[in-house]
């Protein structure tokens, strides 16, 4: 499954990308000139404070807001709108109450008609990769919020998109949930090897998932530096524990909490 | 066993009188007796005690109404008893072949709730799914919803005659601007996440309308229905009361010639009933198209 998944993933080129907003008294400049690249199969996290637009950012990625200026290119094909290529999972719970768990991560593959998908067992192979398939015939409303979500996770999974999208989706999350999910997301990524854009004001969360770190200050949005976290490719770490021990995450964690409180200070 | 264990060895034994103090306070105290009062805030009551209470009012009511009826020296015959109402209502039925004037009745407001649903919905729910769409139709239906229905009737009578087309068209326009309002503020209560979910995963926007805003918001479409069909049956005696020969409403009409208060009262029971048999066949769908929503 994992080697027919390859051939699809691609490199996201997002060029001088800009966004205004019409303000009440004069526009807002939400995003202003950001250019970043991600490679195939690379994991790109979004940081920055509140305000500094990396919602924005990636909802423009998705293609579900319009960029005022600049451009973005996956695989080399301009992005003008929402493509199944492209699949979100949203910080609120998105689960459709009025199906199950399963038709729930089926849903993308029915409206596109993909029977192939749906007959071959792409469906339980992604409940089972979040760990869910105990919970198939469940009704959303029955289960907690990380389930929730990692029935999301399945469902933008499953329809094979060439680049996910998070938009803090544990933000809504308990902290011990979320560290599980961090964990369990990790995992995920390593397996399908996806590429994957990530928004985040989580520091641990950037350095435990991201192997790039788009780290944005705020009023406008701009990219104020790019850092590369070596932890995600070594596949020692994969827990909390191991990369709170790891020699080099002490110091790139103050580095980005100072960056932090400088842009607080706006 | 704890006493034994944690009593002071005989030789430090307090005197009597003490002792016997200490005992007391070391056992466990008795529960406090806490007053159980029946007016509480949010206190969920339980389900015999829900049916004795709903009962019991009911029992109030006609033991009041039956007092009230017979604290005269003779029967008053503008205000008959509950019992002379129950005979009416059974002589209406055993008799006067009332339940043809109910089936007249019951076929008016279902063709008329029907053809109302069936336009109002598929307008709402485009109102509610397309700004546009609701542009367009808002003004006219906000309009139209705060013209009383009953003025129509003149115009009605003139246009379609004193038929049941008269009536129905007159139950349809009763119900039908409320109900598409209602319905279009119910679809627009759909999630915009759901919607967004749904384009990232390649929806049209046909496919959105049909998987994503019309499930989520059937649920309210279905409740609002439910209301308005109570409304369409307080129509239903106006409706009839203009050049109707058959009909609850009509009966009544025929009644009040006659002065008979107590065929009145039982057209008004009926009609009462009917409209509780209503609300509940639509809380059954409910139940059934939606078992998401059921307690757990």
Same mark, same amino acid.
């Given at each position: 499954m994992s080697a027919a998944l390859d051939l699809q993933h691609g490199g996201l080129e997002v060029a001088r990308l800009g966004k205004v907003f019409p303000g009440r008294d004069k526009p807002v400049i939400?995003?202003?000139d950001v250019s970043f690249h991600v490679e195939p199969r690379q994991v790109c996290m979004l940081l920055?404070?509140?305000?500094?637009?990396k919602s924005t950012i990636l909802r423009m990625i998705a293609g579900l807001e319009q960029p005022s200026s600049g451009g973005i290119n996956l695989n080399g094909n301009p992005v003008v709108g929402p493509h199944r290529e492209r699949g979100m999972v949203f910080?609120?719970?998105?689960?459709?109450?009025?199906?199950?768990v399963r038709q729930n991560v089926s849903y993308g593959l029915r409206i596109n008609g993909d029977a192939y998908a749906l007959r071959e067992g792409t469906v339980d192979h992604y409940l089972e990769r979040v760990g869910l398939s105990r919970f198939? *015939? #469940?009704?959303?409303?029955?289960?907690?919020g990380g389930m929730r979500q990692r029935v999301a996770l399945a469902r933008a999974l499953a329809t094979t998109p060439q680049l996910l999208l998070m938009d803090e989706?544990?933000?809504?999350?308990?902290a011990e949930t979320r560290w599980q999910m961090q964990e369990l997301l990790l995992n995920v990524i390593r397996k399908e090897r996806m590429t994957v854009v990530m928004v985040t004001h989580d520091v641990e969360e950037a350095l435990l998932l991201g192997d790039q770190i788009v780290f944005l200050s705020s009023h406008p949005g701009r990219v104020r530096t790019m850092l590369y976290p070596?932890?995600?490719?070594? *596949? #020692?770490?994969?827990t909390r524990e191991a990369l709170r021990t790891h020699p080099d995450y002490a110091p790139m964690e103050r580095q980005i909490l100072a960056m932090m409180r400088e842009e607080g200070g706006h | 066993m704890l006493q034994r264990v944690i009593s002071p060895p005989p030789s430090e034994q307090p005197p009597a009188t003490l002792a016997g103090v200490t005992t007391q306070a070391r056992?466990?105290?008795?529960?406090i007796p806490v007053r159980q009062r029946?007016?509480?805030?949010?206190q969920p009551v339980s389900t015999p005690s829900k049916l004795l209470l709903g009962i019991a009012a009911w029992i109030l009511f006609l033991l009041g109404w039956h007092l009230a009826a017979t604290s005269g020296t003779e029967a008053n015959p503008l205000f008959p008893s509950p019992a002379d109402v129950s005979g009416s209502l059974w002589n209406l039925f055993a008799e006067r072949g009332f339940h043809s004037d109910v089936l007249a009745s019951l076929q008016r407001i279902l063709l008329s709730f029907g053809l109302a649903v069936a336009v109002a919905v598929p307008t709402g729910v485009l109102m509610g799914a397309f700004p546009a769409v609701e542009a367009f139709f808002s003004p006219l239906v906000s309009a139209f919803r705060?013209?009383?229905?009953?003025?129509?009737i003149p115009l009605l009578l003139m246009w379609l005659?004193?038929?049941?087309t008269q009536k129905i068209a007159l139950l349809v326009l009763g119900v039908i601007w409320f109900l598409i309002t209602l319905v279009c503020d119910t679809v627009k209560q759909t999630p915009v996440d759901f919607i967004e979910t749904s384009r990232t995963l390649g929806g049209s926007r046909r496919t959105i309308l049909w998987t994503v805003v019309l499930p989520s918001s059937l649920p309210g479409i279905v409740d609002t229905c439910r209301q308005m069909l109570a409304v369409s049956w307080t129509y239903l005696v106006i409706a009839e009361i203009?050049?109707?020969?058959?009909g609850i409403g009509a009966m009544m009409m025929r009644a009040r010639r006659f002065v008979h208060v107590d065929d009145i009262m039982a057209g008004i029971l009926i009609i009462g009933a009917l409209g509780l048999l209503c609300d509940l066949a639509f809380r059954g769908l409910h139940w059934l198209m939606f078992p998401y929503l059921r307690r757990r």
């Open positions: 939400a995003v202003e920055g404070p509140s305000g500094c637009g910080q609120g719970y998105t689960s459709f109450p009025w199906l199950t198939a *015939d #469940a009704w959303p409303h029955q289960l907690s989706p544990f933000g809504a999350l308990d070596p932890f995600k490719g070594d *596949d #020692a770490i994969c | 056992q466990a105290p008795p529960a029946w007016l509480e805030f949010k705060y013209l009383p229905a009953p003025a129509f005659g004193t038929g049941d203009v050049a109707a020969t058959d």
